[in-house]
């Protein structure tokens, strides 16, 4: 997700009591455009919602509704993950803790529409990985998957062990995908260039290759109950 589709979304990632505030917009372009340039440059920890009001006192923004402040906060958060770690290595506690501020505003926007499970193994999660590894296959399961469903959509985000390695999966119950269009996207990772809407999991995927070598393993299984995306990690860590 870039900082372009954060503002396009805005109108309906902030939301009180599942009605829009008015000015959410305006508001969340002017932290983007006034905060987070002082984000970036001070990399200041997770603020309380008090402290986070008085730093936009502070830069001259008027906050509209203190129920924007945990929203705020996650946006921010995950705008920063984005912006200040993209080209290094971090943990798959790091990706973790940017898919759950991703979820976050993902639940403001579409409310009890979406369900989003976690299960992780924290024994896992010190394993080292590409940044942005895992968010990106959480937003296709919503983009692709369960968010055009009215109600009753489940994306189950999954970190566990499996004979001693470190695996992820991504599993929703959307509308999945059909066996001539899986067959593509899957012969599509051997080939250069981009492949329609999945664009996104073929970069994961590369990322991933190029930082494990050939001990990586990564599936996308789909049918009519949903679509998974599983990636087993080697155990001997980057190649």
Same mark, same amino acid.
């Given at each position: 997700?870039t900082?372009?589709?954060?503002?396009c979304?805005?109108?309906?990632v902030?939301?009180?009591?599942?009605?829009?505030?008015p000015?959410a917009a305006?508001?969340?372009?002017?932290i983007l455009?006034?905060?987070?340039?002082?984000?970036? %440059?001070t990399?200041?920890?997770?603020?309380t919602?008090?402290? !986070?009001a008085?730093?936009?006192?502070t830069?001259?923004?008027?906050?509209?509704?203190?129920?924007f402040? +945990?929203?705020?906060m996650? +946006?921010?958060?995950?705008?920063?993950?984005? %912006?200040?770690?993209?080209?290094?290595?971090v943990?798959?506690?790091?990706?973790?803790?940017? +898919?759950?501020?991703?979820?976050?505003?993902?639940?403001?926007?579409?409310g =009890?529409?979406?369900?989003f499970?976690?299960?992780?193994d924290?024994s896992?999660?010190?394993q =080292?990985?590409?940044?942005?590894?895992?968010?990106p296959?959480?937003?296709?399961s919503?983009t692709h998957?369960?968010?055009a469903m009215?109600?009753?959509?489940t994306? +189950?985000?999954?970190?566990?062990?499996q004979d001693?390695?470190?695996? !992820?999966?991504?599993?929703?119950n959307?509308?999945?995908?059909?066996?001539q269009?899986?067959?593509?996207?899957r012969?599509?990772?051997k080939? =250069?260039?981009?492949?329609g809407?999945?664009?996104?999991?073929?970069?994961?995927?590369?990322?991933?290759?190029?930082?494990?070598g =050939?001990? %990586?393993?990564?599936?996308?299984?789909s049918?009519?109950d949903?679509t998974?995306?599983r990636i087993?990690l080697?155990?001997?860590?980057?190649?």
């Amino acid at each position: 997700m870039t900082i372009q589709n954060i503002i396009c979304d805005i109108d309906g990632v902030l939301m009180h009591d599942n009605v829009a505030v008015p000015g959410a917009a305006e508001f969340i372009k002017r932290i983007l455009e006034k905060e987070m340039p002082l984000v970036m %440059l001070t990399n200041y920890p997770s603020q309380t919602g008090q402290d !986070l009001a008085n730093r936009f006192a502070t830069a001259g923004i008027d906050v509209p509704d203190t129920a924007f402040y +945990t929203s705020a906060m996650a +946006t921010a958060d995950f705008l920063r993950y984005n %912006l200040g770690k993209v080209t290094k290595a971090v943990t798959l506690a790091d990706e973790i803790d940017n +898919t759950r501020n991703y979820v976050y505003i993902q639940r403001c926007r579409f409310g =009890e529409r979406i369900r989003f499970v976690f299960e992780v193994d924290e024994s896992c999660a010190g394993q =080292e990985v590409p940044c942005m590894i895992l968010q990106p296959l959480v937003e296709n399961s919503v983009t692709h998957g369960v968010g055009a469903m009215i109600g009753g959509g489940t994306v +189950t985000i999954r970190l566990f062990k499996q004979d001693g390695a470190a695996c !992820l999966e991504v599993r929703d119950n959307g509308v999945g995908i059909s066996a001539q269009r899986l067959a593509q996207l899957r012969d599509s990772f051997k080939k =250069e260039g981009g492949e329609g809407g999945h664009i996104g999991l073929k970069n994961v995927y590369l990322r991933l290759k190029l930082f494990f070598g =050939e001990g %990586l393993q990564f599936s996308i299984d789909s049918g009519p109950d949903g679509t998974a995306v599983r990636i087993g990690l080697p155990r001997s860590g980057p190649g």
